[in-house]
């Protein structure tokens, strides 16, 4: 069974750092290091957001509010993606989702809650 596992978030404070986990079980590392690699997040009573894109060959995207903030990147041997989080804002309060492009899988999230 194919399942994207998040951790790594918790309860922070505003100005500290994170860095959030994905790994990818039972899909091969073959199709893994092929596949674009996301980070959304969802925030109470908004929709799921881009936060950041990794390619297969490492080219990124970022959304305006994850510039200069957080950092994408990849371990295809490890079947593993991270997303870096610094400088925490309380607006960065959300459950954060991992996503395989190709077969629009998505993990189960994790929750991140920054506080002022």
């Known amino acids: 069974q194919v399942r994207l596992v998040e951790s790594g978030g918790g309860l922070m404070q505003a100005g500290e750092s994170l860095t959030l986990s994905c790994v990818g079980t039972?899909?091969?590392?073959?199709?893994?290091?092929?596949?674009?690699m996301g980070w959304y997040r969802q925030a109470p009573g908004k929709q799921r957001e881009l936060v950041a894109t990794?390619?297969?060959?490492?080219?990124?995207n970022y959304a305006d509010s994850a510039k200069g903030r957080f950092t994408i990147s990849r371990d295809n041997a490890k079947n593993t993606v991270y997303l870096q989080m610094n400088n925490l804002k309380p607006e960065d309060t959300a459950i954060y989702y991992c996503?395989?492009?190709?077969?629009?899988?998505w993990g189960q999230g994790t929750q991140v809650t920054v506080s002022p």
């Open positions: 039972g899909v091969s590392n073959a199709i893994f290091r092929i596949n674009t």
């Open positions: 990794i390619t297969s060959d490492g080219n990124t």
């Open positions: 996503h395989l492009a190709t077969f629009d899988w």
